[in-house]
Nanobody, 115 residues
Framework: QVQLVESGGGLMQPGGSLRLSCAAS????????MGWYRQAPGKQRELVATVTRGGTTNYADSVKGRFTIVRDNAKNTVYLQMNRLKPEGTAVYYC?????????WGQGTQVTASS
């Protein structure tokens, strides 16, 4: 089993910056991709960014150039640095970790970009 604990969400003005953290514990040796997804009210959950153990990243087009995902394998933690956040980025952000046999989710953290 894998446990994911997120932190760092909050309220900010549009154009601001925020960093999310996700710490993994449990069967961490089996995790390969980790990433972030988000779900806005009334919408489906969508990919934000992922990173492999080797550091290969993948971003949604909507966040390219503004968000950066970083993985610290020594700390079993993945970070999402969000810059120039837009109002449409308001959502619950979920940490995700995949193994060969299962997909694991964190509890979610609310991010709100509003003036």
């Amino acid at each position: 089993q894998v446990q994911l604990v997120e932190s760092g969400g909050g309220l900010m003005q549009p154009g601001g910056s925020l960093r999310l953290s996700c710490a993994a514990s449990g069967s961490i040796f089996s995790i390969n991709p980790m990433g972030w997804y988000r779900q806005a009210p009334g919408k489906q959950r969508e990919l934000v960014a992922t990173v492999t153990r080797g550091g290969t990243t993948n971003y949604a087009d909507s966040v390219k150039g503004r968000f950066t995902i970083v993985r610290d394998n020594a700390k079993n933690t993945v970070y999402l640095q969000m810059n120039r956040l837009k109002p449409e980025g308001t959502a619950v952000y979920y940490c995700n970790a995949r193994t060969v046999v299962a997909t694991h989710w964190g509890q979610g953290t609310q991010v709100t970009a509003s003036s």
